[in-house]
């Protein structure tokens, strides 16, 4: 059982390049959602999913796009990268969206923009 | 707005100090969540609660709903406790909420 895998670990873009995170998880769950964390700020909720073909947008959606074609996996791709997303991202699911169910995080993906 | 508060926002203890965070929310919650994230690596669930108290080994978490106040207790710190602890609550029928998180070192 491995959980929420999440790649690339670190990965550096150059300005206006696009590139895709992955995100795949083994546990049967609806809820998949991305994260970005910046310094000082708590997580910021990008895309999530409830589902299979089925997406929506978070806090911080724009310069983001999501699908959501299996149950277990998830990519978010950036469609042409800024500066302003140097982050790190998080990949994240639970059983289902309702509070009452126990997160699982990828171990994270560092993104610089130059 | 932060829906989700902590503090505090960074603490350093000696080893085996009695150690205790705080999370104040402002929204209706289904339930909380406290996580931890280890320097460079990710993300990992230690609770998740939406009444009374939970314990797993030296950690014990508390829940106050009428307050809508939580904290996150860790007895006989350790060295290895030296993490960023997270709290987030799960909006009733809706998103989570995350804080900022507490940065904790423990030294020996």
């Known amino acids: 059982n491995a959980g929420v895998t999440q790649t690339p670990k670190f990965q550096v873009l150059k300005t206006g390049q696009s590139m895709t995170l992955q995100c795949a998880q083994d546990?049967?769950?609806?809820?998949m959602s991305w994260y970005r964390q910046d310094p000082g700020m708590g997580l910021r909720l990008i895309h999530y999913s409830v589902g299979a073909g089925i997406t929506d947008q978070g806090e911080v959606p724009n310069g983001y796009n999501v699908s959501r074609s299996t149950t277990e996996d998830f990519p978010l791709r950036l469609l042409s990268a800024a500066p302003s997303q140097t982050s790190v991202y998080f990949c994240?699911?639970?059983?289902?969206?309702?509070?009452?169910?126990?997160?699982?995080f990828g171990e994270g993906s560092w993104l610089t923009v130059v | 707005k932060n829906e989700v508060e902590q503090s505090p926002q960074n603490l350093t203890a000696q080893e085996g100090e009695f150690i205790t965070i705080n999370c104040s929310y402002s929204v209706g919650i289904s339930a909380l969540h406290w996580l931890q994230q280890h320097p460079g690596g990710g993300i990992v669930s230690l609770f998740m609660l939406s009444s009374g108290k939970k314990k797993h080994g030296r950690l014990i978490a508390t829940i106050n709903i009428q307050e809508k106040h939580s904290s996150l207790h860790i007895t006989a710190s350790h060295p290895r406790d030296s993490a960023v602890y997270i709290c987030a609550v799960a909006e009733t029928g809706n998103q989570f909420y995350f804080g900022t998180g507490t940065s904790l070192t423990v030294i020996p």
């Open positions: 994240a699911s639970s059983y289902s969206r309702l509070g009452g169910n126990t997160i699982y």
């Open positions: 546990m049967n769950h609806e809820y």
